[in-house]
C-alpha cells in the first residue's frame, strides 16, 4: 500500500471530497469540504482524485518527540537539563578530613549531577504524593511539610545553579 502525502486529494463514500492534512501510523487526517477534519483509517475505502507523490513519513518528528518527552517526563528521574552556574565549570569538589587521612577529590559537575539528581527525585516524590490515592489530605499536607523542610536544608547548594528558577526553596521562600 503506498501511503497519500498531505494535500492529496480523495473523496470518501460517506464524508464526500476532501484534503489529506496530516498522516500518521495508523490514518489520516482529512479536512472535507461538507464535513470538516476526519480521521480515517490508511486502508479505508474511498477514491484518489489527486495523489501528492512527496516521500511520507507516517509519523511526524514532532509526535515522535512530544511523545518520548512525555514518557520521560512520567518515568524519569529527570526532567530536564539544568545548567551550572559558569563559574564552577571545570572546578573540582575537595572533601579534606580533619584527622589527617586523604582528601578526597570529584569534578564540581559530578557533584553538581547529583544534586540535581537528588531534587529532581524529590519533585517526583512529591508528585506521587500530591497524586496518591492512599492518603488523606492531612497527610498529604503533613509529608509536603517534610520535603519543604528537605528543600530548605538544601539550599545551601543554590550557589551552584545558573538559573534562580532552579534553587531550591524552604519554608521561608514559600510565603
Known amino acids: 500500500m503506498k501511503l497519500l502525502a498531505i494535500g492529496s486529494r480523495i473523496e470518501h463514500p460517506e464524508y464526500g471530497k476532501g484534503v489529506v492534512t496530516n498522516v500518521s501510523s495508523k490514518h489520516y487526517w482529512v479536512t472535507f469540504m461538507e464535513n470538516g477534519l476526519e480521521t ?3 486502508d479505508a475505502d474511498f477514491e484518489v482524485i489527486d495523489g501528492v507523490e512527496d516521500e511520507v513519513d507516517s509519523v511526524s518528528f514532532f509526535d515522535v518527540e512530544r511523545s518520548l518527552v512525555k514518557i520521560l517526563e512520567k518515568w524519569s528521574d ?3 537539563k539544568v545548567p551550572m552556574a559558569d563559574k564552577w565549570k571545570g572546578g573540582k569538589l575537595i572533601l579534606d ?3 589527617g587521612t586523604a582528601s578526597k577529590e570529584m569534578p564540581i559537575d559530578t557533584f553538581f549531577h547529583k544534586i540535581v539528581m537528588v531534587r529532581d527525585r524529590i519533585r517526583v516524590m512529591e508528585q506521587k504524593i500530591n497524586s496518591s490515592k492512599n ?4 497527610e498529604k499536607v503533613d509529608l509536603q ?3 519543604t523542610r528537605i528543600y530548605g536544608s538544601l539550599t545551601s547548594f543554590n550557589v551552584m545553579f545558573k538559573a534562580k528558577s532552579d534553587h531550591f526553596v524552604g519554608e521561608k521562600g514559600k510565603g
Open 40 to 42: 480515517i483509517d490508511l
Open 78 to 80: 529527570t526532567h530536564e
Open 97 to 99: 578530613p580533619g584527622d
Open 135 to 138: 492518603l488523606d489530605d492531612q
Open 145 to 147: 511539610q517534610y520535603i
